[in-house]
């Protein structure tokens, strides 16, 4: 996408200018407040926006690479990572909650992959692989360009959950590690990690849960008794897990747990030096320096919303996405993708010659409604957060409505956008 420059003002400019220009600048964005963004936000409503923005605004200018400076940060993080491990099932192992606080989903798959290569390196493995299922998202390939890693892709079955016989098929002498995703961004399925777990026990490798998405939704869904499914750390053979506080924490971007079986495990996530004239060196992140902003604003969120807030959060998102999930298997045209067990999931055409999906994104996207779009098969991409609630009648009929309007016809653009660059 071709974005005009803005040059260097030559003189400085007033507060009130420069913001009227940011206004100016987000006029053509999505709507997200009027609920009809499918994901990239997640909206608990604006008096917890209002929150987030004090709690970042108390934190904009400190910087959490140190925390010997500034104790609040290390503090906040780790109650973060402690509330996140127990609510993941780190309790399971007898043991202190071990992890650490990344910038987002994409960054704990990073660290989950890196710290696999040097587990696995300390065992002679000159280079590493990991097995993943073609639903498991798109990081874990950055992460093996990134750190030298093999990274080999195995098929999902009908139900597009990981081919476990596939994954055990795959498994050499290499192997770091084995990967489920819990839920799958693609089609919101939970992969069988009760035997991917057991996999990983019995050829000694690790084995990382990938709950960026389910991981403070899944944990609620079962305490009201909607889930009844194996996913955490509690799982034997899982020696990691991950889950984003941005997303259904709803907490501001960007914000991921990463919590491990053991302290062993999480100590390979730190970098440490002193070759250089400036000291001693420690991060347990990608980046050096650590914006607190995000930090305090998930903190903010879980202290605000604590146990009750989120599970009445999850319960009015699980029943918006319930009622667009039974339109869906109502109407002649449309089939759900597999059998999605939470808010995220997929949308495609009962018969892909009689209607053209990606031909509905575009007369939704005509409305205002902001929809990602995939393939294998060609689908909609749902992700339905607490924003959504209030705006899930409309985007039903407006469903109906496109697929009325589109009738046969079909789109030249095959795109499948997810994420972009700048």
């Known amino acids: 996408m071709d974005f005009p420059s803005t040059p260097l003002p030559d003189r400085r400019q007033s507060r009130d200018a420069v913001l009227a220009q940011l206004r100016d600048l ?3 964005d999505r709507k997200w407040e009027e609920g009809k963004v499918f994901g990239l936000v997640y909206d608990a409503g604006p008096e917890h926006h209002a929150l987030l923005r004090d709690a970042m605004a108390l934190f904009e200018a400190e910087n959490g690479l140190n925390v010997l400076a500034f104790p609040s940060i290390g503090l906040m993080s780790h109650d973060l990572v402690q509330l996140t491990g127990r609510l993941l ?48 998202h798109a990081a874990f390939t950055k992460a093996g360009q990134l750190f030298d890693v093999d990274v080999i892709r195995v098929p999902v079955g009908e139900d597009f959950r990981a081919d476990v016989s596939a994954m055990e098929a795959a498994i050499t002498p290499d192997t770091a590690m084995v990967v489920a995703s819990a839920v799958s961004y ?27 998405m389910g991981g403070f939704f899944l944990p609620f869904l079962t305490q009201l008794g909607r889930l009844d499914v194996p996913f955490d750390l509690s799982v034997p053979g899982v020696t990691s897990i991950s889950a984003d506080l941005h997303k259904y924490g709803y907490a501001s971007k960007g914000v991921s747990v990463l919590c ?13 030096t002193n070759d250089w004239l400036g000291g001693f060196y420690a991060s347990t992140t990608m980046a050096g320096t650590k914006p607190a902003s995000p930090i305090a604003s998930a903190w903010a969120s879980v202290m605000a919303l604590g146990t009750e807030g989120l599970l009445e959060l999850t319960a009015a998102t699980d029943d918006a996405a319930t009622a667009i999930k039974d339109a869906v298997r109502a109407h002649p045209a449309l089939r759900l993708v597999g059998e999605p067990v939470m808010s995220v ?17 575009e007369r939704l996207a005509a409305e205002g409604w902001h929809v990602d779009r995939q393939h294998h098969p060609d689908s909609l991409h749902l992700t339905v957060h607490a924003g959504s609630v209030k705006a899930t009648p409309a985007f039903i009929d407006a469903l109906n409505r496109a697929i009325a309007d589109v009738g046969t016809t079909r789109t ?8 972009t660059g700048d």
């Open 412 to 419: 030249e653009n095959r795109s499948t956008t997810y994420a």
């Open 26 to 28: 987000k006029r053509d």
């Open 260 to 272: 491990f079986s053991s302290e062993e495990l999480a100590r390979h996530q730190l970098f440490v």
């Open 345 to 361: 999931f997929a949308i495609a055409a009962e018969n892909s010659t009689a209607l053209d999906i990606f031909a509905v994104a």
């Open 89 to 136: 099932g780190a309790n399971a192992h007898g043991t202190s909650v071990a992890g650490h606080l990344t910038s987002g989903g994409t960054e704990s798959l990073l660290q989950s992959v890196k710290v696999a290569r040097d587990v696995a390196r300390g065992r002679g493995v000159v280079r590493p692989n990991i097995i993943c299922a073609t639903s498991a």
């Open 186 to 212: 693609p089609q919101g399925v939970i992969d069988d990690v009760t035997a991917i777990g057991a996999l990983a026990a019995d050829r000694g490798i690790l084995c990382h849960v990938d709950a960026c």
